[in-house]
T-cell receptor, first 115, second 112 residues
């Protein structure tokens, strides 16, 4: 079975600093990987996705992630944090089996941005 | 274009009661998936429906059931509610069973 591990349940950065949120996955097949953001009392918004094309994926709001097969990682980065980036971030992997597709999520990383 | 909609937004139930949550997918989408997100955790897969048939089920007890209607909307039913069922229930729609999933805002269920 596939799984996702997000290192660091809480990350705090200063406004303007680099954001780095870590995600490692376990998969026996080439994975489809996703990063979602969740603002308080809201659903999930897709930031970006990797579907076996370019290994460096650019998403919305200035975020990007790099797929590294050798490290089984898909870390999320943003060069300069903004106050509005404060939210919970989830890494997920698609698992295709038996005629359906489900997303397997990590436990999430809460990003705090301080002035 | 309207996204995925869910109703109600919030509800409060007591132990032992049952609850029905509703989801309307994006127009043209034929698949609906349900996820449970307990506070402080990532979402957990409950069901996927495609063309009104259950295609997949996660590790949830039989108290959880769902169905999909001819217009592709869906209901999630939970019987004999337990305190541990308190969570945000997320619905996601996709064109087909293997396509990208788009999430709704969720229904916050509190069981007292």
């Amino acid at each position: 079975a596939q799984s996702v591990t997000q290192l660091g349940s809480h990350v705090s950065v200063s406004e303007g600093a680099l954001v780095l949120l870590r995600c490692n996955y376990s998969s026996s097949v080439p994975p489809y990987l996703f990063w979602y953001v969740q603002y308080p009392n809201q659903g999930l918004q897709l930031l970006l996705k990797y579907t076996s094309a370019a290994t460096l994926v650019k998403g919305i709001n200035g975020f990007e992630a790099e797929f590294k097969k050798s490290e089984t990682s898909f870390h999320l980065t943003k060069p300069s944090a903004h106050m509005s980036d404060a939210a919970e971030y989830f890494c997920a992997v698609s698992e295709f089996s038996g005629g359906y597709n489900k997303l397997i999520f990590g436990a999430g990383t809460r990003l705090a941005v301080h002035p | 274009d309207a996204g995925v909609t869910q109703s109600p937004t919030h509800l409060i139930k007591t132990r032992g009661q049952h609850v029905t949550l509703r989801c309307s997918p994006i127009s043209g989408h034929k698949s609906v998936s349900w996820y449970q997100q307990v506070l402080g955790q990532g979402p957990q897969f409950i069901f996927q429906y495609y063309e009104k048939e259950e295609r997949g089920r996660g590790n949830f007890p039989d108290r959880f059931s769902a169905r999909q209607f001819p217009n592709y909307s869906s209901e999630l039913n939970v019987n004999a509610l337990l305190l541990g069922d308190s969570a945000l229930y997320l619905c996601a729609s996709s064109l087909g069973a293997y396509n990208e999933q788009f999430f709704g805002p969720g229904t916050r269920l509190t069981v007292l």
